[in-house]
C-alpha cells in the first residue's frame, strides 16, 4: 500500500483517537492497547468484537464494533485490489501449471 493511504482510527461515536496507551482491559486482567493487536489480548489471546471508548484519556465511553474504528478501508482494500489484479494471472503456481 502506499504510504499516503487514508487510514485513520478514531472512535465512531466521538471521533477520540487512540493515543497509543494502554486503556483497554481484558476479563484475564491484560491492559493493552487494543489497536496493537487488532482487539486480540496478547496475554490470553481472547478475540474481542466490540471496543469501548475509553473516557479518561478524553473519549466518550459509548462501546462499537471493533472494525467501526478504522476509516478508511475501502480505499485501503481498493488500493489492495489494484495492485493484486496488476499482477499477471500466469504467475501463480498451481494445478494448471504445465
Request: contains cysteine; proline residues 9%; charged residues 15%.
Amino acid at each position: 500500500m502506499s504510504n499516503d493511504s487514508s487510514l485513520a482510527i478514531y472512535c465512531p461515536r466521538c471521533h477520540w483517537e487512540p493515543d497509543g496507551g494502554a486503556h483497554w482491559q481484558c476479563t484475564c486482567g491484560c491492559v493493552w492497547n487494543t489497536f496493537d493487536t487488532g482487539a486480540v489480548c496478547p496475554r490470553c489471546q481472547r478475540r474481542w468484537r466490540d471496543t469501548d471508548c475509553p473516557p479518561l484519556p478524553g473519549g466518550c465511553g459509548a462501546t462499537s464494533p471493533h472494525i467501526d474504528w478504522y476509516h478508511g478501508l475501502d480505499a485501503a482494500v481498493a488500493e489492495l485490489m489494484e495492485t493484486a489484479l496488476a499482477v499477471p494471472a500466469n504467475v501463480c503456481c498451481g494445478r494448471n501449471e504445465p
